[in-house]
């Protein structure tokens, strides 16, 4: 169970960020302005993170959808893909995409309605 | 030429970097620790029984970086050791005596923030610490206030890693009880006090470290090739990366066996990951 949240302060507000905080409420809440200041920094240890993860609450500004590199989209001539969320809750032996950051806490951006 | 001091040898578990005498006494007490040469810039003590070692920093986050980095440099502090950073903080409320992990450091002067170690919340409550450089006496803000975190915080982190780095502090004021009353003795009752719960932080921490040295560790059989095969920089660590990856398929397997035809470092990294290929396709998703 996730014991810690981080949420940076222009979400603290937001619809999605308090019903997170709702159902996760023996968790502890602190503030952060921005969720690069902790998530992927260096001399991070991303097998011991992975034992506890913490969960980052934020807001995305900039690059919603992207176009997926070639050779990943699905049989279409354009395809797209957009992450409201880095990392995963599970922890796959053969999953490569566990090494693309070197922090296992989760960030969910939770500005959904940015996407649209 | 310089004579460098003679370096104890024993194999350090955790380091406590504390900034008062005070403060560090009952932790020297607890832990047995031996004052280790004299005429050093700060009072080191250790224990080679129990992988302990202890630096007495002095006041202010320079002077907290500094001591770090000299037990480093002193004990010659490998990269899977644990770091604690434990004294005393002003709070904006009661009750004194409690202890608190600083989960989110914040340095008011660099408008800096540090997110330091593992989160022990089934040992004790979390909080968020400034790190000023005069004593607190306005408590405005609901955080803990010391002044150390942030250099030791700075420091550490490049020693290990972020995760095996602790700061622990106990509330000595608050507005009722300002800092101008907290006596030497009170520093070290409060640190007494709460020696239950720093001796169970101690084992999560040195548990910690285990894990991560033996993460960590490079089997003899490996530096056989480096004496034996010319490796660039860029090779040695491609072959560390690749052995890494390797013995972790392979636990039981023997280097010998699968480096028994190479001739150069970069023949070796390739079987090296080879075999790891071939075996990819056997992994189940179970």
Not at chain 2, 138 to 148: G, I, P, R, S
């Amino acid at each position: 169970m996730i014991d810690s949240i981080f949420i940076e302060q222009d979400v603290l507000d937001h619809p999605v960020s308090q019903k997170v905080i709702n159902r996760l409420k023996n968790a502890d809440v602190f503030e952060i302005e921005r969720y690069q200041e902790m998530f992927n920094r260096r001399h991070q240890n991303f097998r011991i993170q992975k034992q506890k993860p913490a969960l980052i609450l934020a807001k995305k500004y900039d690059n919603f959808v992207l176009p997926a590199p070639s050779g990943f989209g699905i049989d279409a001539q354009k395809n797209y893909y957009f992450s409201h969320m880095y990392n995963c809750i599970y922890d796959c032996r053969y999953c490569f995409l566990q090494g693309m950051y070197s922090s296992a806490n989760y960030v969910l951006f939770v500005n959904y309605e940015d996407f649209f | 030429m310089i004579e460098l001091p003679t370096r104890p040898s024993f194999d350090v578990k955790v380091c406590w970097v504390i900034a008062l005498e005070p403060e560090a006494r009952p932790i020297i007490d607890e832990l047995d620790l031996r004052r280790y040469a004299q005429d050093l810039n700060f009072p080191v003590y250790f224990n080679p029984e129990n992988g302990h070692a202890l630096v007495i920093s002095g006041i202010g986050p320079a002077k907290a970086a500094a001591a770090a980095t000299c037990l480093k440099m002193l004990l010659n502090v490998e990269s899977y050791v644990g770091w604690i950073n434990l004294g005393i903080a002003g709070f904006y409320s009661q009750p004194i005596g409690k202890l608190y992990q600083a989960v989110k450091v914040y340095d008011t002067a660099g408008k800096k923030s540090y997110f330091p170690g593992v989160r022990l919340s089934k040992i004790l409550k979390c909080q968020t610490l400034h790190t000023v450089f005069q004593p607190e006496t306005a408590y405005l803000e609901t955080v803990l206030f010391d002044m150390e975190a942030s250099g030791f915080c700075e420091m550490a982190p490049t020693f290990s890693c972020n995760e095996l780095v602790f700061v622990l502090k106990i509330v000595s004021d608050t507005p009722d009880h300002p800092v101008r009353l907290v006596s030497k003795e009170t520093i070290s009752q409060l640190i007494y006090q709460n020696m239950e719960k720093l001796k169970e932080i101690i084992l999560v921490v040195e548990k910690l470290a285990k894990e991560e040295k033996k993460r960590l560790f490079i089997s003899e059989e490996v530096f056989r090739y480096f004496d034996t095969f010319h490796f660039t920089q860029s090779n040695r660590h491609r072959f560390l990366q690749a052995y890494r990856k390797w013995k972790s398929a392979f636990p039981s397997r023997k280097l010998t066996s699968t480096l028994a035809d190479g001739n150069s470092a970069s023949e070796l990294i390739s079987s090296l990951e080879n075999e790891l290929l071939i075996e990819s396709k056997n992994w189940k998703l179970s």
